[in-house]
């Protein structure tokens, strides 16, 4: 190094051989960016924990375990409010709590426009939404907005679709809240070794996974309800509007590898 050089560059996440190289120029503290306090909540009336009975139109709800288990990954200061009913006040009032405890809040369900679905008038009233519904495949009902002080993200209820939101738009807020520069994930150019010959007229996230001669296999359906795709899969193909696909063409994927960072 050169007397005067840059080591270590702003906007950077930490890794161990950074704080390697820090020490190695006898540098014993670096400034960084206080942790992320990113609060939880999910909406339905017909969720249960896992371990309880299950009842005729009850679900287990996975996503307080996969989304819990993604803030995880993105260094965030967890707050969990668990499961609010279904009603505007209760909705309501664990948004206020939550903004006044947390930067972000993420929230799970309640999006939509159903009868029960309270999430987006309650923002409207606590706060103000800022965008609602974009046009993807898995996760159309998507929101983000603001509730006093923190910033809101609400996702759809539908596992596959809460899943793969988290990755695409809470992961590079969350990254970007915390400081660093380079947010967007790396894609990198694979073989199809499938078809898909009807694609949606949204931008789509294909759940893939490599296969022994080098190419990319398909998840035999793709439904946002089946959360069994996403722990098989190795990533997902980020497939333009309206673009079908062809054994031996080339697609764009998103490897976990690049989301989980």
């Known amino acids: 190094m050169k007397k005067g050089g840059e080591v270590l560059a702003a906007g950077k996440r930490l890794l ?3 704080t390697g190289l820090a020490a190695s120029v006898g540098i014993k503290t670096l400034p960084v960016f206080r942790t992320v306090r990113l609060g939880l909540f999910f909406t339905g009336d017909e969720l249960v924990m896992p371990g309880e009975p299950l009842p005729p139109g009850r679900i287990y709800n996975s996503n307080r375990f996969t989304l819990r288990g993604l803030a ?12 609010v009913p279904d009603t505007l006040e209760a909705t309501r009032g664990v948004l206020r709590r939550a903004a006044a405890e947390c930067d972000v809040i993420v929230t799970s ?12 008038p309650a ?11 974009i046009a993807m495949k898995p996760g159309r009902p998507l929101a983000f907005g603001v509730v006093q002080n923190a910033s809101f993200i609400g996702l759809p209820g539908n ?4 899943f793969v939101t988290f990755l695409i738009f809470v992961r590079p807020f969350l990254l970007k809240t915390q400081g660093m520069t380079e947010v967007m994930p790396r894609a990198i150019a694979a073989r199809a070794d499938f ?15 490599w296969n022994a001669q080098g190419g990319l296999e398909l998840y035999p359906t793709q ?12 990533g997902l193909v980020d497939n333009p509007p309206g673009q079908a696909i062809r054994r ?7 490897p976990y590898s690049e989301l989980y960072w």
Not at 74 to 79: A, D, I, N, T
Not at 123 to 133: P, Q, S, T
Not at 196 to 209: G, T, Y
């Open 16 to 18: 161990p051989q950074d």
């Open 72 to 83: 995880e990954v993105f260094g965030c200061e967890l707050r969990d409010y668990g499961i």
């Open 109 to 120: 369900g309640g999006v939509s426009v159903g009868d029960a679905d309270f999430v987006k």
């Open 123 to 133: 923002v409207e009233a606590e706060g103000r939404l800022l965008m609602w519904r």
């Open 159 to 162: 596992p596959v679709s809460s």
């Open 195 to 209: 078809d898909w010959p009807e694609p949606d007229a949204r931008r789509e996230f294909l759940r893939v996974k």
């Open 223 to 234: 439904d946002s309800a089946v959360l069994t795709s996403t722990a098989w899969a190795d």
């Open 248 to 254: 031996g063409d080339q697609v764009r994927l998103l």
